[in-house]
């Protein structure tokens, strides 16, 4: 079965602080990966999906950047965090192919920019 | 621009009663129809989904009605129970080219059962 992991789970930092969040997935190859973010009460904010190693697409622009070194491993990132980064972020991944629907979501990761 | 609007906001039920949540969308290109369920501190889970070639679908004490015509769909959770205190997000798909397709989400409902 398919499993997906997210690290950390909570991470507090500092304005200006670089981020580094990890997904890894677990059962499947060539996945789709993809980034959300949860503000507060709100809805997912796509921010990022990924059909394959190495490629990105981006969906708002922001300080964040997506990597994908790996088949199965998505990697959020920030040079320079900004309070409004704070959130939760979610990995999901989802089987590649036009006759394929559902994504499934990680434990996420709770940020706290100070 | 919100594609996918979802009502109501919140939602108070008593036990054993029942929930329902709406979701209307405007873009045709959608062809799948997710619902999510997200307890506090976790990652959303699937709950139902359902094609728009069918007009209902039923799991347990959850079923998708879906009104193609008024591009609208709803979840109706039958004999609410405490449990089912979590908050409830509808979705919809569009295939995006290359392989990928994208998920576009409603705000969600937060659901309250009560004793």
């Known amino acids: 079965s398919q499993t997906i992991h997210q690290w950390p789970a909570t991470l507090v930092q500092p304005v200006g602080s670089p981020l580094s969040l990890e997904c890894t997935v677990e059962g499947t190859s060539n996945p789709n990966l993809y980034w959300y973010r949860q503000a507060a009460g709100r809805g997912l904010q796509l921010l990022f999906y990924?059909?394959?190693?190495?490629?990105i697409s981006s969906e708002v622009p922001q300080n964040l950047s997506a990597s994908r070194p790996q088949d199965r491993q998505f990697i959020l990132s920030s040079k320079k965090l900004l309070l409004s980064d704070s959130g939760f972020y979610l990995c999901?991944?989802?089987?590649?192919?036009?006759?394929?629907?559902?994504?499934?979501f990680g434990p996420g990761t709770r940020l706290t920019v100070l | 621009q919100q594609q996918v609007k979802q009502s109501p906001q919140s939602l108070i039920v008593q036990k054993g009663g029942i929930s329902i949540i709406n979701c209307a969308y405007e873009n045709t290109a959608f062809d799948y129809f997710p619902w999510y369920q997200q307890f506090p501190g976790k990652g959303p889970a699937l709950l139902i989904a359902?094609?728009?070639?069918?007009s209902e679908k039923k799991e347990g004490r959850f079923t998708i009605s879906f009104n193609k015509s008024a591009k609208q769909f709803s979840l109706h959770i039958m004999d609410s129970q405490p449990g089912d205190s979590a908050t409830y997000f509808c979705?919809?798909?569009?295939?995006?080219?290359?392989?990928?397709?994208?998920?576009?989400f409603g705000k969600g409902t937060k659901l309250s059962v009560i004793p």
């Open positions: 999901a991944w989802g089987l590649a192919g036009f006759y394929t629907d559902t994504q499934y």
């Open positions: 990924s059909v394959g190693i190495g490629q």
């Open positions: 359902i094609r728009p070639d069918v």
């Open positions: 979705a919809a798909k569009e295939y995006s080219g290359a392989g990928s397709y994208q998920l576009t």
